[in-house]
């Protein structure tokens, strides 16, 4: 049986094309729908990035350059964002997979798709937020879908801020999700893939938090 991607449509019918992955003995499409999956995700963060979201910090070191200079500062920081944009599409489609192999022994590519989706979902979640920064002023790690706005009520620690606002309510859609996936493919117990699939997201949110910290950091720098 040949299962060919077709991303959008498998939101249609999730539980049918799941059932289908698992009866697949050939896979069509995976690298074209990965090459387009990161090539959007590009275009996204550099579009994001030439709007000026993001870039608030950047903003505060207009008094201290130039005109010409601080365009230039602008111009990197969305080439900076696009390559931030393609190193996190890539690592988000081909680690979590291979993780996941090792743990489920399912086909990488098979487990590709699966993660197809996930890019998928939260690049919908990342233009969803867009509109918030531009009319609402929101900062990602203080949307209205994530726990960071409940977080900078209890503490000003910008790391735990960062933390919390990457856990949304398309992270638990996620977490579902592959839950579902990979439990229709795999023989593998169902309180080790909930501890697996929980453990890879507290890490993923950690290192979100974390580079969220650093970025901030290395940009208020910046214009020391």
């Known amino acids: 049986?040949?299962?060919?991607?077709?991303?959008?449509?498998?939101?249609?019918?999730?539980?049918?094309?799941?059932?289908?992955?698992?009866?697949?003995?050939?896979?069509?499409?995976?690298?074209?729908?990965?090459?387009?999956?990161?090539?959007?995700?590009?275009?996204i963060y550099g579009w994001m990035a030439y709007l000026g979201i993001g870039s608030s910090i950047l903003s505060g070191?207009?008094?201290?350059?130039?005109?010409?200079?601080?365009?230039?500062?602008?111009?990197w920081?969305?080439?900076?964002?696009?390559?931030?944009?393609?190193?996190?599409?890539?690592?988000?489609?081909?680690?979590?997979?291979?993780i996941f192999y090792l743990i489920t022994e399912i086909p990488y590519g098979k487990l590709a798709i699966m993660q197809q989706v996930v890019l998928a979902v939260m690049l919908i979640e990342r233009l969803l937020w867009i509109p918030l920064a531009l009319f609402a002023g929101l900062d990602w790690?203080?949307?209205?879908?994530?726990?960071?706005?409940?977080?900078?009520?209890?503490?000003?620690?910008?790391?735990?801020?960062?933390?919390?606002?990457?856990?949304?309510?398309?992270?638990f859609w996620i977490i579902w999700f592959q839950y579902r996936f990979l439990h229709t493919l795999s023989e593998v117990g169902s309180r080790t893939l909930w501890a697996f699939i929980l453990l890879l997201h507290v890490l993923g949110w950690v290192l979100a938090g974390t580079i969220a910290f650093a970025d901030s950091y290395m940009i208020g720098r910046w214009f020391e």
Do not use: C
């Open 1 to 43: 049986m040949l299962y060919r991607v077709q991303l959008f449509k498998f939101f249609t019918s999730i539980y049918d094309h799941i059932f289908r992955i698992r009866q697949a003995e050939k896979l069509s499409n995976v690298r074209k729908t990965s090459t387009l999956l990161i090539l959007a995700t590009i275009i």
């Open 61 to 75: 070191g207009v008094a201290e350059l130039g005109a010409m200079e601080y365009e230039t500062s602008k111009l």
């Open 77 to 98: 920081f969305v080439i900076g964002r696009m390559i931030y944009g393609a190193l996190f599409a890539a690592f988000l489609l081909f680690i979590p997979s291979l």
């Open 141 to 171: 790690f203080v949307s209205p879908l994530s726990f960071g706005i409940i977080a900078s009520y209890i503490t000003e620690i910008d790391w735990f801020i960062y933390f919390f606002g990457a856990i949304t309510l398309f992270q």
